[in-house]
T-cell receptor
Framework: DQQVKQNSPSLSVQEGRISILNCDYT??????FLWYKKYPAEGPTFLIS?????DKNEDGRFTVFLNKSAKHLSLHIVPSQPGDSAVYFC?????????????FGTGTRLQVTL | NAGVTQTPKFRILKIGQSMTLQCTQD?????MYWYRQDPGMGLKLIYY???????DKGEVPNGYNVSRSTTEDFPLRLELAAPSQTSVYFC???????????FGPGTRLTVT
């Protein structure tokens, strides 16, 4: 049972345009969501996060939107740059004692073309 | 400040061999994690630790063991390697709940 789903395995966007990556979740106990970016042969690096008490969080070119009623979040990248080409993972966590355990989606490969 | 380091970067094991994947962090984080990533899949949690001497199972713990004797180190042990353990292994650490996890560069393991 996949609790975090990224239904688009890949996305191609022209440089300068907006990239929109989507993520759906099923576990209503999730209350904190994160996006990670991963280049080949490297570990994931943190991009941006959002708490379930918010519906939007911005950091420079990156904005994450959360729709709790739809159990859906999205990552917007504006404007997209060639260096943004990577695999993007959505992750969610629910408080379990004192631990911070993340459940990951399967990733979306973004290609930004010139 | 090196963050999270992992050794080795690559390893090929024969079926039935054992090995230890090393993970060290220098950020004084209490929470550490081991994940595996299979091709085309997301990361799955193997084991985690909330502090020295305390470990617990994640989603896919079978075939692995961990220990946490210091805050800095969190080694992952494979006792009897199987082809199903061919994967990329990532170690991560964080200072607590609702903080991002920092990942190491990964260890690519092949079992043949």
């Amino acid at each position: 049972d996949q609790q975090v789903k990224q239904n688009s395995p890949s996305l191609s966007v022209q440089e300068g345009r907006i990239s929109i990556l989507n993520c759906d979740y099923t576990n209503s106990m999730f209350d904190y969501f994160l996006w990670y970016k991963k280049y080949p042969a490297e570990g994931p690096t943190f991009l941006i996060s959002i708490s379930s008490i918010k519906d939007k969080n911005e950091d420079g070119r990156f904005t994450v939107f959360l729709n709790k009623s739809a159990k859906h979040l999205s990552l917007h990248i504006v404007p997209s740059q060639p260096g943004d080409s990577a695999v993007y993972f959505c992750a969610a966590s629910a408080r379990t004692g004192t631990a911070s355990k993340l459940t990951f989606g399967t990733g979306t490969r973004l290609q930004v073309t010139l | 400040n090196a963050g999270v380091t992992q050794t080795p970067k690559f390893r090929i094991l024969k079926i039935g061999q054992s090995m230890t994947l090393q993970c060290t962090q220098d950020m004084n984080h209490n929470y550490m994690y081991w994940y595996r990533q299979d091709p085309g899949m997301g990361l799955k949690l193997i084991y985690y630790s909330v502090g020295a001497g305390i470990t617990d199972k994640g989603e896919v713990p079978n075939g692995y063991n961990v220990s946490r004797s210091t805050t800095e180190d969190f080694p992952l042990r494979l006792e009897l390697a199987a082809p199903s353990q061919t994967s990329v292994y990532f170690c991560a650490s964080t200072q607590g709940y609702r903080y991002e996890q920092y990942f190491g560069p990964g260890t690519r393991l092949t079992v043949t």
